[in-house]
């Protein structure tokens, strides 16, 4: 796999690893960013667990739906703004802040727990810890290049996206461990978020020990971000996305690749909602046993991921990436007809293998085309664009499904249309696409995973509290 600017390489040697890992800011800034991943983990785990794996309750579409936008929608909407104020504000003291806050928030978090609150006070102090969050990580990424030479970017990168990932499922790991082990009820809940809280402030410790002005923004760079109010920029970000939305329908390619992800994202959707609804209400009465149900599932569209991932850069450089997206997408709605309809936890297992396969593919092929087909001088906002319709369709999809799905979330007429629509996603995407096909080099035989520029598929992103999925980091997210 490539890292986050898309440049080839089968990983960062041990010779580079050790070059970065002899460099002290480094090794203080990668802490930070371990320690408070793995603190993420063990929140989301926490949520849920209290949300959507109550023992006490069963879990309704509607609080399914919601969980799925407090974890996605900050993102969303925060990031394509964060850079604003990261040229404004030193970076070191916004990981400490950062940190400091969240710490606030979750145990705000833990203590509505204890008393019981699933309302409105709740899911707000939940979804403003995970927007917080926006700017912690969106610091990391702005200060990085301040403490690595160029010619390490790409491994420092690579090691601290990567290794994030891993603290954070570790940190899921522990959370889950804990619920397990010690039992399901609201103060072991709020235990473990607490527990968060002891690693965003371990985190803010270490932060603090970077001077002050390491991570920049500089003098020459802050007199520049000040030159312009704080609002009149927003404006500005704001004029860009519509700026970047209209280039966008100019540039027909990349437009039909958009729409296929967009639609590919909101029956993905769909689809998530209704894996945890069978999981919690239908299959099993057993909070424990919902939850490994729901874990099988994530697991295996993880190594559907994994294998799309492989598989991908062979595929389309053979039939071109118009026909893989086409098939992709067909293969999806093939899979819940054949594994979903019959209403088996197993099959389920394999429908969600086959989406993993779909929905890594269908976002390889996507984000090479749009490289391929935006200009530089536009790439970062489209980038932005793209992230905020991967998540804002994925929950817009589960908000529509809360609605129309019962608590049990078995519905034959909805897994039935699901599996529709893919096919008809697949038929539209492939008789519009025909009009503006594959140039020569996407076509060409023999691209490799650089040529098809594969993102790491956890990066800034938290992992979802559904299917285990490619997260929306492209490669012109990591600006901030």
């Known amino acids: 796999m490539t890292t986050d600017g898309g440049e080839s390489g089968t990983g960062p040697g041990s010779g580079q690893l050790r070059e970065l890992l002899r460099l002290r800011d ?14 993420d983990g063990m929140f989301q785990a926490a949520l849920a667990s209290y949300v959507l794996f109550n023992p006490e309750k069963a879990t309704t579409p509607a609080e399914t739906a919601a969980a799925l936008a407090a974890v996605l929608l900050p993102y969303s909407l925060i990031g394509p703004f964060a850079g604003v104020f990261l040229d404004r504000w030193s970076r070191q003291r916004v990981l400490v802040v950062a940190n400091v806050v969240k710490v606030a928030l979750v145990v705000t978090v833990a203590g509505l727990v204890v008393g019981g609150s699933e309302g409105g006070a709740f899911f707000a102090a939940s979804v403003a810890t995970l927007g917080v969050n926006r700017f912690f990580l969106s610091a990391l990424s702005a200060g990085l290049p301040r403490i690595v030479s160029e010619s390490q970017l790409v491994t420092a990168n690579a090691l601290s996206t990567t290794s994030g990932s891993i603290a954070t499922i570790v ?7 804990l619920r397990f082990g010690v039992g399901s009820g609201d103060h072991v809940i709020a235990a473990i978020i607490a527990l968060s809280a002891v690693s965003y402030g371990l985190s803010a410790l270490i932060a603090m020990s970077m001077q002050r002005q390491l991570l920049g923004p500089d ?14 920029q927003i404006g500005g970000v704001a004029r860009d996305l519509r700026r970047a939305g209209a280039y966008v329908v100019r540039h027909r390619r990349a437009a039909d690749a958009l729409s296929a992800i967009s639609a590919h994202r909101f029956f993905y959707g769909v689809a998530t909602l209704m894996i945890v609804l069978l999981d919690r209400n239908y299959f099993t009465k057993d909070a424990t046993s919902g939850l490994l149900g729901l874990g099988a599932a994530v697991a295996a569209s993880g190594v559907g991921i994994v294998v799309a991932a492989v598989i991908t850069p062979w595929v389309s450089g053979r039939i071109g990436k118009r026909a893989w997206i086409a098939w992709l997408l067909a293969a999806a709605g093939i899979a819940i007809a054949a594994f979903g309809l019959p209403f088996q936890r197993v099959l ?4 969600a293998f086959v989406l993993g396969v779909s929905a890594q593919g269908v976002k390889i092929c996507v984000d090479t085309t749009v490289q391929e087909e935006i200009d530089d001088a536009f790439r970062g906002r489209v980038f932005a664009v793209y992230d905020m319709l991967f998540n804002v369709t994925y929950v817009a999809a589960a908000a529509v499904t809360a609605t129309a799905v019962p608590k049990s ?3 034959f007429v909805a897994m039935a249309l699901l599996a529709l629509g893919y096919l008809v996603a697949a038929l ?12 020569r080099i996407s076509r060409g035989t023999g691209l490799s995973a650089s040529d098809l520029k594969i993102i790491d598929i956890d990066r800034d992103l938290p992992p979802s509290v559904g299917l285990g999925q490619p997260n929306s980091s492209s490669p012109g997210s990591n600006r901030p």
């Open 219 to 232: 003098a020459e760079e802050r007199a520049r971000a000040n030159s312009t109010s704080a609002w009149r």
């Open 409 to 411: 979330g078995r519905s």
């Open 428 to 439: 539209v995407f492939w008789l519009v696409s025909a009009h503006h096909p594959d140039s």
């Open 26 to 39: 480094f090794r203080r800034l990668y802490a930070t960013r371990l320690v408070s991943a793995a603190g």
């Open 348 to 351: 389920l297992v394999l429908g």
């Open 171 to 177: 940190g899921a790991g522990i959370g889950g461990l």
